[in-house]
């Protein structure tokens, strides 16, 4: 079992950044891919970012790229995803989910087995 638990959401206006934490506990991210997602209202989960916690490649919708970039520290084990030049399309709740899905990237829902409860992120224009 993980327990996954995101931090750093908050209301930012556009153009600003905001670096949000995803921490793991219950065993490490070793043998997991980790992804960001994000539900809009009224709108399905989307893929934002994932990367793969042994060797680190890691993968990004289009519209993020250039923008936000998803990391991991290995000691804390914790995901980041830095996200800059935020725009208010860009406001959602977030969740951080690992994958043990050897399919990569790991894009869909249910390619994960666990989630995280979200955290919220408000860009105002």
């Known amino acids: 079992q993980v327990l996954l638990v995101e931090s750093g959401g908050g209301l930012v206006q556009a153009g600003g950044s905001l670096r949000l934490s995803c921490g793991a506990s219950g065993r490490t991210f070793s043998d997991y891919a980790v992804g960001w997602f994000r539900q809009a209202p009224g709108k399905e989960r989307e893929f934002v970012a994932a990367?793969?916690?042994?060797?680190?490649?890691?993968a990004y919708t289009d519209s993020v790229k250039g923008r936000i970039t998803i990391s991991r520290d290995n000691a804390k084990n914790t995901v980041y995803l830095q996200m800059n030049s935020l725009k208010p399309e860009d406001t959602a709740v977030y969740y951080c989910?690992?994958?043990?899905?050897?399919?990569?990237?790991?894009?869909?829902?249910?390619?994960?087995?666990?989630w995280g409860q979200g955290t919220q992120v408000t860009v105002s224009s």
């Open positions: 990367i793969i916690w042994k060797g680190g490649s890691t």
């Open positions: 989910a690992a994958s043990r899905d050897y399919t990569w990237p790991p894009v869909t829902p249910v390619k994960y087995d666990y």
